[in-house]
Structure formats: C-alpha cells, structure tokens
C-alpha cells in the first residue's frame, strides 16, 4: 500500500526557515503526486502546496507563494517543502498527502482539494514563536 510520512517540524523564530520531508514507500514518486496541507487550532485545513508527478508543475496557496518550495527527489522517494522566511501565522500541522494516480496538481486537478488524495500523513508540527 502507499504509505506516507513526514518530518522535519519544530520551533523557529519568525523569519527563519524550516525543511519537512515526505517520505513515500508501496510506491515510486515519480508516479506520485504530492499535496501539502496545514491545519491551525481552531480552523479548517488548508491547502499549502502540491507537486505533480509531471516535476517540476507546482502551485502554491497564495499566502506562502515566494516563501515556500516544493521539490522532489525521485530516487530517494522523498518530497521536500521549504518553507522560508516564516510567519507566526504558519504555525500549524503540515500534513504530507499522496495521490498514487498522479493526476493531483496537473492541469485535470488543481491538487488543492483534500479528496484528491488517497494517503495521509500523521502530521508534523510546525510552531513559528519569538
């Protein structure tokens, strides 16, 4: 089965940067699209980032577009988010999803809604703190 995992969460200070990881196995990546989502306390998920399986077409929500970039690396099954230049408003949980269709974040899906994947992450957590 397609089976996802992320990491690379922690504590930063406003500005600084942070890298997570999503990790992909029961599949290959480069068939494999990718999306990132976030959820703050006391509101509903929100979609960050998606990478298709087409490398490199990629899209950002606007409120982290030119500080955040997706990227991938096909031969360690792992796709990347860094995120720069931080915000105390992006502090959340990232969760990393899969879509094992490859169709998520093409010019046929946007990637930006939650049912277009089919994996879940457990979530990493991302605090942004002075």
């Known amino acids: 089965q397609l089976q996802v995992v992320e990491s690379g969460g922690g504590l930063v200070q406003p500005g600084g940067s942070l890298r997570l990881s999503c990790a992909v196995s029961g599949f290959t990546l480069e068939n494999v699209a990718i999306g990132w989502f976030r959820q703050a306390p006391g509101k509903e998920r929100e979609w960050v980032s998606c990478?298709?399986?087409?490398?490199?077409?990629?899209n950002y929500a606007s409120s982290v577009k030119g500080r955040f970039t997706v990227s991938r690396d096909n031969a360690e099954n792992t796709m990347y988010l860094q995120m720069n230049s931080l915000k105390p408003e992006d502090t959340a949980v990232y969760y990393c999803a899969a879509d094992k269709a490859g169709v998520a974040c093409s010019y046929y899906s946007p990637g930006n809604r939650d049912y277009e994947y089919d994996s879940w992450g457990q979530g990493t957590q991302v605090t942004i703190s002075s």
């Open positions: 990478i298709s399986s087409s490398d490199p077409r990629t």
